[in-house]
Structure formats: structure tokens, C-alpha cells
DNA sequence: CTTCGCGTTCAATAATAAAGAACGTATATT
DNA sequence: AATATACGTTCTTTATTATTGAACGCGAAG
């Protein structure tokens, strides 16, 4: 997929949009982004001072340190309109809204985690989920769809990092995550029983756009009891048959689930 | 401000995201950027091809042409939760929303239009503001708050470009927008009185970092009437006090307002 | 079957970003 | 209060890198 090799100036520059997501904290200074993504001091002020004059980046001026612009959030607006997956994969998401009447998810894998690229809310229940805000693969519906086809060795990666516990539900063992990937696999859909937060529960399957490479994942969620009623009322076959459709006709892909 | 020279190809990439905004289509072909910006189309390649295995771009594989990127979704939101401004305007946001119960909204300047940063909806009825989205400065209360502070030269420009009508009462006119924008500078507010929508009106205020500079605006907007009553009940002053409030104790500004 | 258009690759060179040293300012230290 | 320190910023040089135009290849159109 690099078919080209990168332009190391913008690559760079990313890199450090991105490490304000990965540090987790919301101020920079020029000393901590050269350090943490090993550049020169006036290397990084070069980017840094480039970002700022685009607003990617704004100066705060009592201590000299930068933050993300506001700029990032006019760019996010217009791929919210203009993405075809956003909307392409919207339709679906609204029609099982309709039919459940619980909260819908569509996400995709970002590094080692899952963005939320769309939602639509449950009349009833709000969960508060951002679009474009990241969760862990391990403890969610979506991420263990998307986790269970990845490339074995970046699997391996994922897995062997600590998994942080939400609830006594999460699984944080590797052992059994590994299984429960390949139970994803085998059945087609993946749960998160209550692995988030007790009461809640979701159903997510994966979307593909060729074999065995997941494009995106979509999911159901809301309090386990309804949600065990949806299953009832055929919420995983439900699912399955829309991710197909997904498939086809935004992903160009003809699915078809394996038979055993 | 733009202290260092900017880094080209940092710079070249942004506005490759930029066109997407502004040519209002999603999908581009090398060749339509290429020519959009005037870049060599091996160089605007190699920035395309870097952006997409960013995840900035993506590629429509049935007709080779690309689309803003869901990578951009992520950043966005890291903003909502780190950037000052979104963070420490928003009490003062929530408050107006409780103090009149309709919809409070902060916004920026971006290029030559505005882009709302924040929003607290009303209980009764929802404005359809998306965050990060776009508008006209011509039409709206915070656009005309912003506008009026900007240099003259720039605000030429501004008015010399087309102005679109959205209501019979929009003003479209250049020479009634300057009298429109001395009046906002005088009285220290802007109204949208049904500009952009009947029935719908907005009071404004501009926020100040430093002497004649604007950093944002700040509104709440609702349906006539009851803006209408919300100005007997001193929306405007609450509105001025919460703006000096913002000024000071966000941006470090001590600012008063010319008494006259 | 041929031509055209456009995405992509390639290789050479011109241009640019990177680096280290130096400067200045703000803060911390004694 | 004076000195030291740390860090942001500027400057200049050089090596690296992005840019360019030409060439290639694929797909669509005629």
C-alpha cells in the first residue's frame, strides 16, 4: 500500500498531531515533541511553528506551550460530509436504529485502538460515545471484530501489551482473548458482555471489503436486558445480513459467510 | 505572527485538505488538485500518496480518486477534549444556555468564513449546528462579531466576494454590511435577525484577547420571539459581562468595553 | 486495434528542510 | 539581587530531500 515512500516533512507533522493523542496531554512544549518523537530542537520548532501558522497548532502563551488548533475540528466537520463511508455506511446504521431502537456504532481500527467514525443514538438511552473518539480493541464489540482478522503478528502486538480492566467482565488475559477472537471468527460476531460498564451490553459484527480484511465494524449497543430481548428478536442475523450488505454495496465486495 | 518561514511540503499538504473544503467535493483526482493548488502532479502524488497512507486520504478504488480520511475524525476529537478554548469557554457557555434555556454557540474565525467550536443545545428546540462546521460571516451573528475587527483590507476582500441570500432579510449588499459592521463596533453586538433562517434570530458578542482583536465569538440563538424576551431580560449585557469574563480570565485580557 | 488521458514510477538536480551553534528571555537558584 | 539555567527562537551552512519533467503502464474511449 506505501507505494511511494513518504514525504518526511509531512509525516513528521502528523506525527506530531498525533502525539498529542498518544501523551494525553493536552499542552506540548517544543523540548517534549523533539524528545518524543526524536527530532532536533529547531527541526521540531520548524514543524511546530508551520502547524501553528496553519492553526493545527495554537501557542499558549503563559507558558510557551502548544496545543491542538481549532482548525483540525473544520477539517473533521467536512469529512463527516464527505466521507463515503460516514455516508455510505450511515443508511444502515439509521435502519437498525429503527428496528431496535438501541444505540448503533460503525468503527474503525486506528493504530491499536477503534475509532468511532459514526453513530446513532437510541431514543431512550444515551451512550456517550464521541464520533472520532478512540476506545481499546480488547473490551469492545467492534474492536474484537476488527482485532480478530488482523495480521497474527500484530495481534501478538496488541495482545502482549496490558489491557486495562473496566469492569470484572473485561477480558485482560491474553489467553482468553485469544479465544474469544476465535470464537469471533467461527460465530461471526463478537459481544461485549458488560466488559465496558456493568449494564451494558453490544453485539458487533465486522464489515468486510475483501476476504478476511475487515473495513469497518458495526454494532448494537445498549442495557444488557434489551439487549438480550434483541437478540431474541434476531438482532445477531439481523447484523450479519447488513454487514453483507455493507459489503456489497459500498465495499464492491460479494460476503459470503462461511457455512460450516 | 508567521515568524519562520512555513515548511512547504507541510504546508502544500494542509491545503490539499483545505481544497476539499472549499471545492465542496468529495472526491478529487491528482490531476484536480494538481491543478487546484498549481503543483507538479508527481508532486502533489507524493503528497496525496503520504496523506492516504496516513490515513488523511483515502482512496475510491473504483474511479481512483481520493477523500478526506477518517484519521482526521480522531484528531478532532482529541481537540474537544484537550484545546483551551473549547475547554475553558465552555462553562461559560453552559451557563448563558442555563440562564436563558436556548442555543449557545462559539465560534472562530476560519479563512474567510466561520466555524462553530462549541455548542450547548436549547431543551426545546435543536439548532442543526454541527461542531466544526462552516458558515458565512455576512449572515451570522458571531461572523458579524468577528468580521467587524478584522483589518480592512481583509474585510474588503470579504465583502467584495459574492453574499449569499438565505432569508429576504440577508444582507447582501456591501455597502449596508459596512454600516452593519460600524453599528456591531459601536453597540458592541451583532444580531442575526433572521438572516439565515425565518423565524430564527441570534444576539452575538465579540471575544477579545488583545485591543481590536477578536479570538472568538460567542451567541445564543432561538426563535425570535423568544430571543426577543430574552433581550428584555438583559441578554445582551449578560452577554457583554460573559464576554469581558472569557476575555480576562481565558486569554488574559482586561477588557472594557469604550464607554461612550 | 489504436489512441488518449491520467495515475504512477523514476532519476537528476535544484531547492529545501535539517542540524548545530548562537542568541535572548524568562525562570529558578544561591 | 545576581547569576545560572533552561528552553524557545533565530541564523547559517550543508546535506538531504522534495520537486520536477520525462517515461511508463493501465484503462477507457473511439
Redesign the interface.
Known amino acids: 500500500?506505501?507505494?511511494?515512500k513518504?514525504?518526511q516533512?509531512?509525516?513528521r507533522?502528523?506525527s506530531i498531531?498525533d502525539l498529542?493523542?498518544q501523551a494525553g496531554k493536552?499542552e506540548l512544549s517544543v523540548k517534549e515533541i523533539a524528545e518524543g518523537l526524536h527530532l532536533n530542537k529547531s527541526t521540531a520548532?520548524?514543524?511546530i511553528?508551520?502547524?501553528a501558522?496553519?492553526?493545527?497548532l495554537?501557542k499558549?502563551?503563559?507558558n510557551q506551550k502548544y496545543?491542538?488548533?481549532?482548525?483540525?475540528?473544520?477539517?473533521?466537520?467536512?469529512?463527516?460530509?464527505?466521507?463515503?463511508?460516514?455516508?455510505s455506511v450511515h443508511p444502515y446504521l439509521e435502519r437498525l436504529n429503527r428496528m431496535y431502537d438501541e444505540t448503533v456504532h460503525c468503527a474503525?481500527r486506528?493504530g491499536d485502538g477503534v475509532?468511532y467514525?459514526d453513530k446513532v443514538d437510541a431514543g431512550s438511552i444515551h451512550i456517550s460515545t464521541?464520533?472520532?473518539?478512540?476506545n481499546d480493541m480488547h473490551c469492545t464489540g467492534v474492536g474484537k471484530c476488527i482485532l480478530a482478522y488482523l495480521p497474527e503478528s500484530t495481534q501478538e502486538r496488541i495482545l502482549s501489551k496490558h489491557m486495562r480492566s473496566l469492569t470484572y467482565n473485561t477480558i485482560t488475559n491474553s489467553h482468553q482473548l485469544r479465544e474469544e477472537l476465535e470464537l469471533t471468527r467461527r460465530r461471526g460476531y463478537a459481544m461485549d458482555n458488560e466488559e465496558i460498564s456493568i449494564g451494558l451490553s453490544c453485539v458487533a459484527v465486522p464489515v468486510f471489503s475483501a476476504p478476511d480484511t475487515v473495513a469497518c465494524a458495526i454494532s448494537v449497543s445498549g442495557m444488557t436486558v434489551r439487549i438480550r430481548t434483541a437478540t431474541e428478536r434476531g438482532l445477531v442475523e439481523t447484523l450479519k445480513r447488513t454487514a453483507a450488505e455493507i459489503s456489497r454495496e459500498v465495499f464492491?465486495y460479494d460476503y459470503r459467510p462461511q457455512t460450516d
Chains 1, 2 share one sequence.
Not at 491542538?68 to 477539517?75: C, E, H, N, Q
Open positions: 500500500m506505501a507505494t511511494t513518504n514525504i516533512s509531512v509525516e507533522a502528523f498531531l498529542f493523542q493536552s520548532f520548524g514543524l511553528n508551520t502547524l501558522n496553519l492553526g493545527c495554537q499558549d502563551r503563559s496545543m491542538l488548533g481549532l482548525k483540525l475540528l473544520s477539517l473533521a466537520s467536512t469529512v463527516q460530509t464527505q466521507n463515503v463511508i460516514v455516508l474503525i486506528n475509532v467514525v464521541q464520533i472520532g473518539s478512540q464492491d
